[in-house]
Each structure stands twice: as structure tokens, then as C-alpha cells.
């Protein structure tokens, strides 16, 4: 799935939502969780868009969509359970008309040293805008009544995955939490799907690590620079961090690149941790979405 693939960073940074807010700047808040399980780890963010042409700035916009982080953890040993969510999307109201959302979820189950399975569920919208008068043309005529989306579900387990991608069309006024267009993707995989394996001789004992999971484990490390491995979509990625000294905010600036070993093409991303706290669940998040867009996504008060 060609629109997917070359996305797929931007889709993982835009995933689940709980209606949860959460303080900038302070470690994320524990729920109440019953006896066996940890606390979810969550932040709730605000989404500012800077629009750039030449490389320099020529649109500021604060509030233009939001998103959410959350991690929780269940179980003990082989019953034990990770769930990464991401979440995010533009609010129409706020972005003359134009509606970019996305929504992801990764459940890895098993010791987390040596997980046994891991399961991934995404929704994106199709976006075409490819330069900076493609984005201008969206803006000024946007498209009524149906959006193009694009789903993806996928299990990796010991040395093998297995992926399906398909294509739908929902109401084009669909915001980012409305749960029914994640239930309307869902269903579409129930039928038939051209469902593709991929055999990963290099991972023979246990599941090709996911996104966020590859992520989370080379953020706890908070080394200075880290390196790993990913398989999304039956493609397999690199993924590198470089980890800065601590800012005057008292925030862990991080830089990140993921590299499709396939195409090539490279993604570059930041994101600041709370120094103060271990959570992986940044307190911001900056992402060149294009070469005329750049998102970030920064953490709200309570």
C-alpha cells in the first residue's frame, strides 16, 4: 500500500483517544487500576501547525487539532500485556475545512524482554496534498460530504508477520475520537482482505518488534544515542535516536529518523521526555509532515 507506507510515521504519531487531559511538563497521571494491573500512563495534546514555504515560515496556527499518548500495562510473565496508543487529527472548524486524522493501537503480549505476539490496528485519512499549492488548493476547496481513509491491521509473532491494508470512505466531517469510524474500519477486515506473510529468518524466536514498541523500548533506555528495528506493513525499518543533555525546561530533547530499508526514504522527528520523570510519554512532539508542514504536538494543562 504504497500511500501508507510512505506515511507510516505520520500514522503512528496520530492514534487512540481517552478522554483524559493531562498537566505540560509533569509526569503523566495514574488511573485507578484494578488489582493486577499498572497504571496507564496518558497526556492529551494540543496540535499547532507552521506552514513553510522555502523554508521559511508563512502560516502560524495554535489549536488547529489534537492528540493523545497512553501506555498501560497488565498482567504478569507470559499473561502480560503492553497496549501503545496514538492519537490525533486536525478539527475542521480550526483548519479551513480540511480533516487529517489518524489512529492507531499496538498490543504486545508476553514478557517484555521476549513479547510472543504483537498486534497493530491503524485508520488514517488519504491525504493527496504532495506540495505546498496542493494544500493551498485543499484549503480553499475542500471536499464535501465523504473522506478517503485507509486502514491497516497486522500480527507479528516469531519469525513471521502477517498484514492487510484496504481503502474506504466515511463523512468527511469525522472527528479524530469518533470511535464509530474506528468500528466501521474494524468491520471491513471481517470480510475479505488480501491479507499478505512475510518470513523474517532474523527473528526466529520472537515477533518482529512494532513501531511504538521499538520506540518505548529505546526510549526507556534515555542512552545517548540508540538504535533498533521495525516491522510495519510487511516492511521492515530502522529506527535511530540521538538523546541531547537536558534543557533549561527540564526536558530531554530527543531527535529521531526512521529509514524504510525498502524505499529509503527517511522521516525525521523530535520530541522532549520529562526529565524528571522515567514515562516514555513525551511531553511534546515535532514532526515534518512535509516539506511545507510541520506539526507539533505539545501537551495541555489541566
Same mark, same amino acid.
Given at each position: 500500500?504504497?500511500?501508507?507506507?510512505?506515511?507510516?510515521?505520520?500514522?503512528?504519531?496520530?492514534?487512540?483517544?481517552? =478522554?483524559?487531559?493531562?498537566?505540560?511538563g509533569?509526569? $503523566?497521571q495514574?488511573?485507578?487500576?484494578?488489582?493486577?494491573?499498572? $497504571?496507564?500512563?496518558?497526556?492529551?495534546?494540543?496540535?499547532?501547525?507552521?506552514?513553510?514555504f522555502? !523554508?521559511?515560515?508563512?502560516?502560524?496556527r495554535?489549536?488547529?487539532?489534537?492528540?493523545?499518548?497512553s501506555?498501560?500495562?497488565?498482567?504478569d510473565? #507470559?499473561?502480560?500485556?503492553h497496549?501503545?496508543? %496514538?492519537?490525533? !487529527?486536525? &478539527?475542521?472548524?480550526?483548519?479551513h475545512?480540511?480533516?487529517?486524522?489518524g489512529?492507531i493501537?499496538?498490543?504486545?503480549?508476553?514478557?517484555?524482554a521476549?513479547?510472543?505476539?504483537?498486534d497493530? %490496528?491503524?485508520?488514517m485519512?488519504?491525504?493527496?496534498?504532495?506540495? %505546498?499549492e496542493?494544500?493551498r488548493?485543499?484549503?480553499d &476547496?475542500?471536499?464535501? *460530504?465523504?473522506?478517503?481513509f485507509?486502514?491497516?491491521s497486522?500480527?507479528?509473532?516469531? *519469525?513471521r508477520?502477517r498484514s492487510?491494508?484496504?481503502?474506504?470512505?466515511y463523512g468527511?466531517?469525522?472527528?479524530w475520537?469518533?470511535?464509530?469510524?474506528?468500528?466501521?474500519a474494524?468491520?471491513?477486515?471481517?470480510?475479505?482482505v488480501d491479507?499478505?506473510?512475510t518470513?523474517w529468518?532474523?527473528?526466529?524466536?520472537?515477533?518482529? =518488534?512494532t513501531?511504538?514498541?521499538?520506540?518505548?523500548?529505546?526510549?526507556?533506555?534515555?542512552?545517548?544515542?540508540?538504535a533498533?528495528r521495525?516491522?510495519?506493513? #510487511?516492511?521492515e525499518?530502522?529506527? #535511530?535516536? &540521538?538523546t541531547?543533555?537536558v534543557?533549561?525546561?527540564?526536558l530531554v530533547p530527543?531527535?529521531?529518523?526512521?529509514?524504510?530499508?525498502?524505499?529509503g526514504?527517511?522521516s525525521?522527528?523530535r520530541?522532549?521526555?520529562?526529565?524528571?520523570? $522515567?514515562?516514555v510519554?513525551p511531553?511534546?512532539?515535532?514532526?515534518?509532515?512535509?516539506?511545507?508542514l510541520?506539526?507539533?504536538?505539545?501537551?495541555?494543562?489541566?
Open positions: 500500500m504504497r500511500n501508507y507506507s510512505r506515511r507510516g510515521f505520520a500514522a503512528y504519531l496520530l492514534a487512540l483517544l481517552h =478522554p483524559r487531559v493531562r498537566a505540560q509533569t509526569p $503523566p495514574a488511573s485507578q487500576a484494578p488489582s493486577g494491573t499498572t $497504571p496507564v500512563a496518558c497526556r492529551t495534546y494540543r496540535c499547532d501547525a507552521v506552514v513553510l522555502l !523554508g521559511m515560515t508563512v502560516f502560524r495554535a489549536g488547529v487539532g489534537g492528540g493523545e499518548a501506555l498501560e500495562e497488565t498482567g510473565g #507470559e499473561t502480560r500485556r497496549t501503545y496508543f %496514538f492519537a490525533g !487529527g486536525s &478539527d475542521p472548524k480550526r483548519a475545512g480540511l480533516n487529517r486524522l489512529w493501537r499496538e498490543t504486545v503480549v508476553g514478557n517484555g521476549a513479547p510472543s505476539a504483537a497493530y %490496528f491503524g485508520v485519512t488519504s491525504s493527496p496534498e504532495e506540495s %505546498f496542493h494544500a488548493k485543499a484549503m &476547496d475542500p471536499v464535501p *460530504g465523504r473522506c478517503a485507509s486502514a491497516v497486522g500480527r507479528n509473532v516469531a *519469525g508477520s492487510a491494508v484496504t481503502h474506504f470512505e468527511s466531517t469525522t472527528m475520537s469518533d470511535r464509530a469510524l474506528i468500528d466501521h474494524q468491520a471491513i477486515f471481517r470480510g475479505p491479507w499478505r506473510e518470513a529468518p532474523n527473528s526466529p524466536n520472537q515477533p518482529p =518488534p513501531f511504538l514498541l521499538a520506540l518505548a523500548t529505546s526510549l526507556k533506555q534515555r542512552a545517548k544515542r540508540a533498533g521495525y516491522v510495519y506493513n #510487511e516492511q525499518y530502522t529506527l #535511530e535516536l &540521538d541531547l543533555p534543557g533549561k525546561d527540564r530527543v531527535h529521531g529518523k526512521i529509514r524504510n530499508l525498502h524505499t526514504k527517511e525525521l522527528f520530541l522532549w521526555l520529562d526529565a524528571g520523570s $522515567p514515562s510519554v511531553v511534546r512532539i515535532e514532526y515534518q509532515a512535509r516539506s511545507f510541520r506539526l507539533t504536538f505539545e501537551a495541555v494543562p489541566v
